[in-house]
Each structure stands twice: as C-alpha cells, then as structure tokens.
Antibody, heavy 120, light 109 residues
Framework: QLQLQESGSGLVKPSQTLSLTCAVS??????????WSWIRQPPGKGLEWIGY???????YYNPSLKSRVTISVDRSKNQFSLKVSSVTAADTAVYYC????????????WGQGTLVTVSS | EIVMTQSPATLSVSPGEGATLSCRAS??????LAWYQQKPGQAPRLLIY???TRAAGIPARFSGSGSGTEFTLTISSLQSEDFAVYYC???????????FGQGTKLEIK
C-alpha cells in the first residue's frame, strides 16, 4: 500500500514562499491510477483542498489559491512538491499530501501532515 | 463553488447507540460524495466513497446513503474508537474541484 511523507520548512516569514515535498513509497508516482494532492487544515478548523497534479503533469488548483500555488512532480525521486507564494498568517495550517484515487475521486492515502507556521 | 454543510456541528451519543450525521450540498453532486474520519493529531481516514461504498477495511457498522444534495453517514452501535470528527467531501466534475464540509464532532455522552 502507498505511504506518503511530507517534509519541508515548518516556519515561513510573511510574504515569502512556503515549500513542501511529499515522498511516495509503495507505488509509482507515474501511475495513472492516482493524482497527487495537497490539502491543508488551519489549526482547529476544517479541510481545504489546495490542488493536485495528474500523472500526465496536468495540474488543477483551488480557484481561491490558484494565483499563489504551484504543484510539481519529480519522477526520478518519486515525489511531488507544493509551493505557496506571498504567504500570510492565514496560510498557517497543517499541510497534508494525499493520493486521489482516480476511479473513486476520493483521497485514500494521506501523509501524517506537517504544521507550517507563518510568522516573522 | 459548491458549499457542503454538515449538521449537527456536535453530536453527543452514548457508546453502543447509533449516530446519524448529515451533509447537504448547495447543488447536486450526484453520488460524488465521500466521508472521512479524523481523530486528534491524525490525518483523515477515508470511510465511504460514491456516497455509499465502504472503503477497504472499514467496519460494516459504517454506512452511507443519499444522492443529489442530501447525504447521511450512519454509525450503528458506536464503539469507543468511533468518537472523532467526521467530514464529508464532494467531487466536482469540471472544473475539477473538491470541497469539504466543516465537520461534525461526534463526542461521548
């Protein structure tokens, strides 16, 4: 079964760029069975889908974040990444990477999550 | 954007009893609806997809129903490990998009 593991900076200054990586094991990131997603959860709040990258490299983003978000894939390392530019305190959240099983359009495997705090 | 509204916000139930959680979509999402369980400090876990199909390894006491705009997650005979926050999530065909409800906290009465 798939395993996903987030890594990256836990503290980012306002106006800078948040960068996270998700390492995938137990399966190939090039598989057409999955799309690779990022989801975030502000402390004490609900879940917000950020976007995903398809095995073809196509990306789709939440319209509310689209202008600031980039998701990319590194097939040689079997991992995918998230960048969010011009961050503010509102971007403080636990960030999860997750696999979106294309056939059922649901997130079936999740990383454990990583807290990113935006603060000077 | 399709808005998902869950009710109630908090549900207090005794172990061994059943619980019914509701999720309403602001417009029809057909059967493109999933349910997740989240415990404190953990990632969400997929319970139900396609409105009514249990994910692998999910006990039979969890069941989902509904289509269009009204959906229900039913948990029969609550176990101690079932007390958690539950989220519904819809899938929009085009443009691709996924929105979650605000969650229902299921707590021990």
């Amino acid at each position: 079964q798939l395993q996903l593991q987030e890594s990256g900076s836990g503290l980012v200054k306002p106006s800078q760029t948040l960068s996270l990586t998700c390492a995938v094991s137990g399966g190939s990131i090039s598989s057409g069975v999955y799309s690779w997603s990022w989801i975030r959860q502000p402390p004490g709040k609900g879940l917000e889908w950020i976007g995903y990258i398809y095995h073809s490299g196509s990306t789709y983003y939440n319209p509310s974040l689209k202008s600031r978000v980039t998701i990319s894939v590194d097939r040689s390392k079997n991992q995918f990444s998230l960048k969010v530019s011009s961050v503010t305190a509102a971007d403080t959240a636990v960030y999860y990477c997750a696999s979106l099983l294309t056939a059922i359009q649901a997130f079936d495997y999740w990383g454990q999550g990583t807290l990113v705090t935006v603060s000077s | 954007e399709i808005v998902m509204t869950q009710s109630p916000a908090t549900l207090s139930v005794s172990p061994g009893e059943g619980a019914t959680l509701s999720c309403r979509a602001s417009q029809s999402v057909s059967s493109n609806l999933a349910w997740y369980q989240q415990k404190p400090g953990q990632a969400p876990r997929l319970l139900i997809y396609g409105a009514s199909t249990r994910a692998a390894g999910i006990p039979a006491r969890f069941s989902g129903s509904g289509s269009g705009t009204e959906f229900t997650l039913t948990i029969s005979s609550l176990q101690s490990e079932d007390f958690a926050v539950y989220y519904c999530q819809q899938y929009n065909n085009w443009p691709p998009g996924y929105t979650f409800g605000q969650g229902t906290k299921l707590e021990i009465k």
